[in-house]
Nanobody, 124 residues
Framework: QVQLVESGGGLVQAGGSLRLSCAAS????????MGWFRQAQGKEREFVAA????????NYANSVKGRFTISRDNAKNTVYLQMNTLKYEDTAVYYC?????????????????WGQGTQVTVSS
């Protein structure tokens, strides 16, 4: 029903910034809450941030509060993750995901469609 493609990852120095984008195809992007997750090498997938269907409500992991901002532009079928003050421990593959209901929490199992991920590497 919806396909997701992440972009914007790359190599950045600690303290720098990066903005990830998740482009969605499909008619009903605005119906889907969207989340960002990440998975570092050798670690389990971790919740980062999520946003409600209309963009009026957000959730953040404690580890990124004050540094990362999730937003969406439904007219462009795109969700963003602005990452500031990046740390080495932010290094991971970042995935966007859609929930087919109204859920925008931290449980990865509640999300129904995932992108392929984009690598973010922060050098120390």
């Amino acid at each position: 029903q919806v396909q997701l493609v992440e972009s914007g990852g790359g190599l950045v120095q600690a303290g720098g910034s990066l903005r990830l984008s998740c482009a969605a195809s499909g008619r009903t992007f605005s119906n889907y809450p969207m989340g960002w997750f990440r998975q570092a090498q050798g670690k389990e997938r971790e919740f980062v941030a999520a946003i409600s269907r209309g963009g009026g409500n957000t959730n953040y992991a404690n580890s990124v509060k004050g540094r990362f901002t999730i937003s969406r532009d439904n007219a462009k079928n795109t969700v963003y993750l602005q990452m500031n003050t990046l740390k080495y421990e932010d290094t991971a593959v970042y995935y966007c995901a859609a929930n087919f209901g109204v859920y925008y929490g931290s449980d990865s199992d509640a999300y129904d469609r995932w992108g392929q991920g984009t690598q973010v590497t922060v050098s120390s």
